[in-house]
């Protein structure tokens, strides 16, 4: 049971609510229409192709151990498989194509229970070999993961012009085939991608930063790249776009420096250009005692900005996940990514699975 009274009085109305809430209909698109945000418990997709520097699997077997119980999916594609070389145009069958057809199928499946997607295309290590090499030639880095185990990875030139067209293009690329698509809710932001899937977050120890430094990367053309990200994703008309959030990390100095200004900043120039579109996530939620000062204040941001809200719990399987899901809830979220590796929902209650859906589906924001 939650600590927290906001959240206990939530979970006693919920705990008696019907254990398949409401679910709004089918999205009809008219000319200008903008989708309808994901809402309840979404699956952030196979992510376990990405310790093993592999490909994602977007089959839907974990997904299908818990039957009716979750609201979305991430569908999960490399850059280096949409676009293998510089003349192949948008892969065929891609990783996308198989995973929206899996999709597809579940829901015919699962009439009464059918699953909305979110796309994420994971550029950074997954860029194409021949957009490293055109945009500067790739850059040796060691990088070292939530458990503390280091890794040796290439990245190209992410800030430099040269690497954003190409970025650019893919998601006109994407948008021209996928934007129509009233399965497809949401597309991931990924622009300026180095060491996660989170455009603001880079992994600062000396082993991965200063050959990006030695490479070109300054502060001023890390920020630039950041705020092209609207414009990147224009293309998407009738999609929203959700970037994950975090405190800028300036490394002029030679240490990491939290600039939460400039994340603030930029959240307030999203939503005056693009509304409605513009989706603020972040991939840390744990529990409050768990989330830092600077987090908590872009958190506070997140809930006042009238955007919708989204989260990641920062662990596979918290502990206290009834607390996290509850956290989430009282910061204004509407969706929450579970892990499907690692344990994840597939080791969680179907009752909870449940309650923690109709939190988040009727939340007020």
């Known amino acids: 049971m939650s600590r927290y009274l906001g959240v206990m009085l939530l979970v006693a109305v919920f705990a008696v609510w019907p254990p398949h809430p409401s679910r709004p209909a089918p999205v009809k698109l008219t000319a200008g229409s903008v989708k309808e945000p994901l809402r309840g418990l979404i699956s952030m997709g196979a992510y376990k192709f990405a310790p093993v520097l592999g ?5 839907l077997d974990d997904v299908r151990r818990k039957s009716g119980l979750l609201q979305g999916i991430v569908i999960l ?13 948008l892969a065929d069958n891609n990783e996308l194509d198989q995973g929206l057809a899996n999709v597809r199928k579940y829901n015919q499946d699962n009439p009464n229970a059918p699953l909305a997607v979110k796309i994420r295309v994971w550029g950074g290590f997954w860029a194409p070999d021949w957009v490293m090499q055109d945009s500067g030639g790739k850059i040796p880095v060691v990088h070292t993961n939530f458990r503390g185990v280091e890794k040796d990875r290439t990245l190209g030139h992410v800030w430099d012009d040269r690497y954003h067209v190409r970025w650019a293009h893919l998601q006109e690329v994407l948008a021209a085939k996928y934007d129509g698509d009233p399965l497809v809710h949401e597309v991931a932001v990924t622009s300026c991608m180095m060491f996660t899937a989170e455009p603001f977050s880079i992994d600062t120890r000396p082993p991965a930063v200063d050959p990006l430094r030695r490479a070109g990367m300054t502060d001023a053309n890390y920020k630039a790249c950041l705020n092209r990200i609207v414009d990147d994703y224009a293309p998407w008309k009738t999609t929203r776009f959700e970037t994950p959030l975090n405190p800028f990390k300036a490394t002029d100095s030679g240490k990491p420096v939290h600039d939460v200004d400039f994340t603030l900043a930029w959240m307030a120039d999203c939503r005056k250009r693009a509304g409605e579109r513009c989706v603020f996530d972040n991939h840390d939620l744990d529990v409050p005692e768990k989330v830092d000062k600077d987090l908590q204040t872009i958190y506070a941001a997140m809930q006042r900005s009238g955007a919708e809200v989204e989260f990641q719990t920062g662990g596979a399987s918290p502990p206290d996940l009834d607390d996290v899901i509850g956290y989430g809830v009282q910061t204004g979220a509407t969706s929450i990514e579970l892990y499907q590796d690692y344990g994840g929902f597939t080791q969680v209650p179907d009752a909870d699975l449940r309650k923690y859906a109709a939190m988040l589906e009727h939340n007020e924001r």
Do not use: I, K, V
């Open 77 to 89: 594609a490399s850059w280096r498989s949409l676009e293998p070389t510089p003349t192949s145009g």
């Open 55 to 59: 490909e994602p699997d977007n089959s």
